[in-house]
């Protein structure tokens, strides 16, 4: 069987406190695009992980899908299994396709072998897996907030625009990402922002990760400009980059950027 895992930008990202924990509590909004892996589960005589497409950096046991089978194993009867993962979704990119392979293979590790997990339960293994797993058991468009765990199902419909995303040939690790935030209360939440007007966006909603990354990394301010200065209604990076995307009213000339970038048009 096989299922094909969908990346996820961020519109929008305050980071607004630190938690006891060592985790931040975080606002943001997930929106699902259209740039897939393809994931593939079928039954063996023993467990095993292997992938084609982009190189997957890591050790196979510290693979999201190798630990969402052990974490299913835990509470069901399952079989060894082979997992093949052709990787196509750009990785350090903030569009979060390691979690949505793990949330894609925990429902795909459903529908075969008949566990009869609902929603909530797939919901609840995938937060275990990680803070923004949980979104693609549905990947709906949410508001996300706490550890980006808890979301809160919001109406956005970008389907009329254009979207275009831009990966640089940069990884940007999380504690990168971190390294400058400070975490600082917001006064508008963008649970109300994200009503307003797209062509408004730009004034109110920003990302927290790009103050930090944009200093370190000069090539990827340059994109949001670029994107803007060609004809971006909004441009933003994702998450904690490095990709950075922009909404457009029709599909630019973005061949310019092409030459040392790979460019996603949505």
């Known amino acids: 069987m096989i299922l094909f895992p969908n990346a996820k930008i961020n519109i929008g990202l305050n980071i607004t ?11 943001t909004i997930f929106y699902p695009i259209d740039i897939k892996d393809a994931l593939e589960v079928v039954a063996s005589d023993r467990l095993s992980f292997t992938s084609s497409g982009l190189d997957i950096p890591g050790r196979e046991e510290d693979n999201l ?7 299913l194993k835990q509470d069901h009867d399952l ?23 793990a949330a894609f293979f925990i429902k795909l590790m459903n529908q075969q ?20 797993c949980a979104f693609f058991i549905e990947s709906k468009p949410v508001f996300a907030f706490e550890k980006g765990d808890e979301f ?13 995303l831009v ?37 109110y909603i920003k990302n927290d990760f790009e103050l930090s990354v944009f200093k370190n990394h000069a090539e990827i301010r340059g994109i949001k400009a670029s994107l ?14 490095a990709s950075v995307f922009g ?20």
């Open 152 to 164: 809160e199902p919001i109406k956005l419909d970008l389907s009329n625009y254009k979207i275009v």
């Open 167 to 203: 990966m640089p040939d940069v990884h940007i690790s999380t504690a990168e990402a971190f390294r400058d935030v400070k975490p600082m209360p917001v006064k508008d939440s963008l649970l109300e922002l994200i009503t307003e007007p797209i062509t408004e966006w730009k004034k």
């Open 17 to 27: 406190e630190r938690r006891p924990d060592g985790y931040h509590n975080l606002e």
């Open 79 to 101: 079989p060894p299994v082979s997992i093949h993962l052709h990787k196509n979704i750009p990785i350090g990119a903030g569009l979060g396709g390691g979690s949505a392979d």
């Open 228 to 241: 803007y200065e060609a004809g971006a209604i909004y441009a933003s990076m994702s998450g904690s980059g």
């Open 247 to 266: 909404i457009f009213e029709q599909t630019p000339d973005l061949s310019f950027l092409e030459v040392e970038n790979e460019v996603f048009y949505l």
């Open 113 to 132: 072998f008949s566990l009869g997990l609902s929603v909530d339960d797939m919901t609840g293994y995938a937060r275990e897996l990680g803070a923004d």
């Open 65 to 71: 899908c190798i630990k969402g089978y052990h974490l």
